[in-house]
Antibody, heavy 116, light 110 residues
Framework: QVQLQESGPGLVKPSETLSLTCTVSGYSISSGYQWGWIRQPPGKGLEWIGNIHHSGSTFYNPSLKSRVTISADTSKNQFSLKLSSVTAADTAVYYCARYGHFFDYWGQGTLVTVSS | QSLLTQPPSVSAAPGQKVTISCSGSSSNIGNNYVSWYQQLPGTAPKLLIY???KRPSGIPDRFSGSKSGTSATLGFTGLQTGDEADYYCGTWDSSLSGYVFGSGTKVTVL
């Protein structure tokens, strides 16, 4: 059974960098698929942030591309999200998920609040 | 504003049938597979339909999906109180080179 778990600070100050890690169990991220990040502001809909292919290629939402970096650590079976220069608009629940033309396995999500 | 348009809300009585539309364009729905996600209150989204009309293991056959041109539809019969949730369509957009989600539809059981 594939499982994903997000981890990272729940509070980030404005203008700083949000950093989250997704730990995957039950499947090796280097074996296949893409691995993605999706966020959901409170009371709003889902927004795709970006994916990393098992080969290391990355794909980002054009609206966030200048601030986003997704990387992977295959030795730990983890992939990570960095979002720079955050503002209150980046407050959201952040999900990691496995992507194979659709998101089939999701983490439970972690709330990140941007506030001083 | 999402590239995929869904009705904000749909409601029906228990046991009734519900359909949710997802309208896009040739750069997304028109040329790519559509998937549907169910998000129960306070939980992560769950894959309901993939590749337009396929159900993952464990999803009952009262849920169905279809696609025609640049629109897709999620349908489910025998509405239950446990179906009260937000439903999102999603697909790849070739122009954006990125994944897009629909605006979401809240289903209420009357």
């Amino acid at each position: 059974q594939v499982q994903l778990q997000e981890s990272g600070p729940g509070l980030v100050k404005p203008s700083e960098t949000l950093s989250l890690t997704c730990t995957v169990s039950g499947y090796s991220i280097s074996s296949g698929y893409q691995w993605g990040w999706i966020r959901q502001p409170p009371g709003k809909g889902l927004e795709w942030i970006g994916n990393i292919h098992h080969s290391g290629s990355t794909f980002y939402n054009p609206s966030l591309k200048s601030r986003v970096t997704i990387s992977a650590d295959t030795s730990k079976n983890q992939f990570s999200l960095k979002l720079s220069s955050v503002t209150a608009a980046d407050t959201a629940v952040y999900y990691c998920a496995r992507y194979g033309h659709f998101f089939d396995y999701w983490g439970q999500g972690t709330l990140v609040t941007v506030s001083s | 504003q999402s590239l995929l348009t869904q009705p904000p809300s749909v409601s029906a009585a228990p046991g009734q049938k519900v359909t949710i539309s997802c309208s896009g364009s040739s750069s997304n729905i028109g040329n790519n597979y559509v998937s549907w996600y169910q998000q129960l209150p306070g939980t992560a989204p769950k894959l309901l339909i993939y590749e337009n009309n396929k159900r993952p293991s464990g999803i009952p056959d009262r849920f169905s999906g279809s696609k025609s041109g640049t629109s897709a539809t999620l349908g489910f019969t025998g509405l239950q109180t446990g179906d009260e949730a937000d439903y999102y369509c999603g697909t790849w957009d070739s122009s954006l080179s990125g994944y897009v989600f629909g605006s979401g539809t809240k289903v209420t059981v009357l």
